[in-house]
Nanobody, 116 residues
Framework: VQLQASGGGLVEAGGSLRLSCVASGDIAQLHIMGWYRQAPGKEREFVADITNTDTPEIADSVKGRFTISRDDAEHTIYLQMNNVTPEDAGLYYC???????????WGQGTQVTVSS
């Protein structure tokens, strides 16, 4: 399984950004795809994920500002980030995991920088 994340960049506080992650390879039918982020000096944290049946889960820290969606035809998930704050800055990683085997796969990360 390979994951290619894109869409990161520099955004002003209060602005918006959309991240994309394209998955390829042998992805199990029962899976969850999502986003995690890691700021300098901090641990990687969960941001949002979405199941193969289109059920999303959003971290409390971004609820109401971020949404996650998927396009199965394009094997892609999206993270729409609105009203970003400096606390949202970090390296955003795409993840997919097999619900049955619990195996995780990670993308290379895309950097989000927020100017205040």
């Amino acid at each position: 399984v390979q994951l290619q994340a894109s869409g990161g960049g520099l955004v002003e506080a209060g602005g918006s950004l959309r991240l994309s992650c394209v998955a390829s390879g042998d992805i199990a039918q029962l899976h969850i795809m999502g986003w995690y982020r890691q700021a300098p000096g901090k641990e990687r944290e969960f941001v949002a994920d979405i199941t193969n049946t289109d059920t999303p889960e959003i971290a409390d820290s971004v609820k109401g500002r971020f949404t996650i969606s998927r396009d199965d035809a394009e094997h892609t998930i999206y993270l729409q980030m609105n009203n970003v704050t400096p606390e949202d800055a970090g390296l955003y990683y795409c993840n997919v995991h097999n619900i049955i085997t619990k195996q995780h796969y990670w993308g290379q990360g895309t950097q989000v920088t927020v100017s205040s």
